[in-house]
């Protein structure tokens, strides 16, 4: 098993940046990719971004350019860089983990970004 644990979310304005973390925990060496999801009110959760071990990184067009993903292999630890950051951009935020092969298995509590106009 694999905890996740996110943190970073806050309330912030537009044009404003945040910072989110995940720290993951437990059988970390049977994961290979790491990212986030996001869920607004109403809508269906979607991929934000996503990091496989080596390095490879997708995002979703709605982020691309703005928002940049990385990893501390030593601390276990995938980040989500989030600027230049609009009202749209609210929504719950999850860490995700698992593999390409039986896809994201685990998730995290999620944590709540809110940007206001």
């Known amino acids: 098993q694999v905890q996740l644990v996110e943190s970073g979310g806050d309330l912030v304005q537009a044009g404003g940046s945040l910072r989110l973390s995940c720290v993951a925990s437990?059988?970390?060496?049977?994961?290979?990719?790491m990212g986030w999801y996001r869920q607004a009110p109403g809508k269906q959760r979607g991929l934000v971004a996503a990091?496989?071990?080596?390095?490879?990184?997708n995002y979703a067009d709605s982020v691309k350019g703005r928002f940049t993903i990385s990893r501390d292999n030593a601390k276990n630890t995938v980040y989500l860089q989030m600027n230049s950051l609009k009202p749209e951009d609210t929504a719950v935020y999850y860490c995700?983990?698992?593999?390409?092969?039986?896809?994201?298995?685990?998730w995290g509590q999620g944590t709540q970004v809110t940007v206001s106009s």
């Open positions: 990091i496989h071990s080596g390095g490879r990184t």
């Open positions: 437990g059988s970390v060496f049977t994961i290979n990719v």
């Open positions: 995700a983990a698992g593999t390409v092969v039986t896809g994201w298995n685990y």
